[in-house]
């Protein structure tokens, strides 16, 4: 069954579609997909994740690798070829109701966060040989993950639901004075620019690695549930993708600073779907540097939903290139030069390119 994606098409209500022809929409977006080359030319599929809460792209080893945890220890691991490197202890049980995180400064060095109970602490830890040493480091005081970024000189690390701020070089780790600052999800630009999402929805940003902050401004009403954001270096814009709870509606925001933030109203993106699915809700957004972005969505199939990831090459116009289940939420979404690694909370992981 082929289905034109064209608008002009004029199609049955949702509610009249039949089942095998929403499988069969499916199968048309998938076989009608221009989806870039480099991604296009496999996609694989591993188990033995369930562990993990993060995916990383080290250049040392020229390999995607994650870090598989136990109840006190927790182990680098080459997603190819599943080799180990040496396990480091945290110090502490790790904490299960806090997920980590795993950030790099794109050169090999890799930093490690998650929180631990008995003792409450947050747990960093570095290393510059793809995991065979390991330096560990205690911050904050609560069980809490560390939120962390590498600012283009530094890691910088907030803890403490905001009251605490760590700055790692090379391996040395500085507690920073503060009185409090904003505490969220954190990304920087090529500048050393950080922005922080934090709130119910607001964003700051910080120029001197997060020890002062200036909360951005954000155009018309601003009620929409920012899921994921980062920056766009082809672009040269960040973007933030989210949804409405009002209206059911995905939306986009974009910034070319961080600093003033313009939502892409309703009607003038667009989705090259058969009229039939409508997404609902963005979850995960990343970006292949150079090409494109690549967002995790939720799509309305009548009583059932589905999961898609699509890409965009101007935060505007999104092709879908892959159908995923949509009961699997996605812990980490990350992105090189020429392909995407997906990281699922059932414990598997696909990697395309």
């Given at each position: ?89 945290s110090g502490g049980a790790f904490s299960d ?257």
């Amino acid at each position: 069954m082929t289905l034109p994606l064209s608008r002009n098409t004029t199609y049955a209500p949702l509610s009249q579609v039949k089942s095998e022809d929403l499988n069969a929409i499916q199968d048309a977006i998938i076989e009608t997909r221009p989806i870039p080359a480099a991604l296009a030319s496999t996609k694989r599929t591993l188990s033995g994740a369930a562990d993990a809460w993060g995916v990383v792209w080290d250049p040392v080893v020229s390999a995607w690798v994650i870090v598989n945890t136990t109840s006190d220890s927790a182990v680098l691991e080459h997603v190819l070829g599943h080799s180990l490197r040496a396990p480091f202890s945290s110090g502490g049980a790790f904490s299960d109701s806090n997920d980590a995180a795993i950030v790099t400064d794109g050169t090999g060095t890799i930093l490690y966060t998650r929180s631990t109970v008995a003792p409450s602490t947050g747990r960093v830890a570095s290393t510059v040989d793809s995991g065979q040493t390991w330096d560990v480091h205690t911050v904050g005081s609560s069980d809490v993950r560390p939120s962390t970024v590498w600012d283009g000189t530094r890691f910088v690390i907030i803890d403490d639901n905001g009251t605490k701020l760590y700055h790692l070089t090379e391996g040395v780790l500085a507690d920073i004075p503060i009185s409090s600052v904003p505490w969220g999800p954190l990304r920087a630009s090529p500048d050393g620019r950080i922005v922080c999402h934090h709130g119910s929805n607001d964003f700051s940003y910080s120029d001197d690695g997060g020890v002062t902050w200036t909360l951005s401004t954000v155009g018309g009403s601003f009620t929409d549930a920012i899921r994921d954001f980062i920056w766009d270096a082809r672009m040269g814009l960040w973007v933030a993708v989210g949804y409405s709870p009002m209206s059911s509606a995905p939306y986009i925001w974009t910034s070319p600073d961080g600093a003033t933030w313009t939502r892409v109203l309703p009607g003038t993106y667009s989705f090259l779907f058969h009229p039939a699915i409508m997404p609902t809700e963005f979850k995960r957004l990343c970006c292949v540097r150079g090409h494109l972005l690549v967002a995790h969505l939720i799509a309305d199939l009548g009583a059932d939903g589905s999961g898609f990831l699509a890409y965009s090459t101007d935060a505007i116009t999104w092709r879908p290139f892959d159908v995923v289940d949509a009961d699997l939420e996605i812990r980490d979404l990350q992105a090189n030069e020429t392909s995407v690694a997906v990281l699922w909370d059932d414990g598997s992981l696909t990697i395309y390119g």
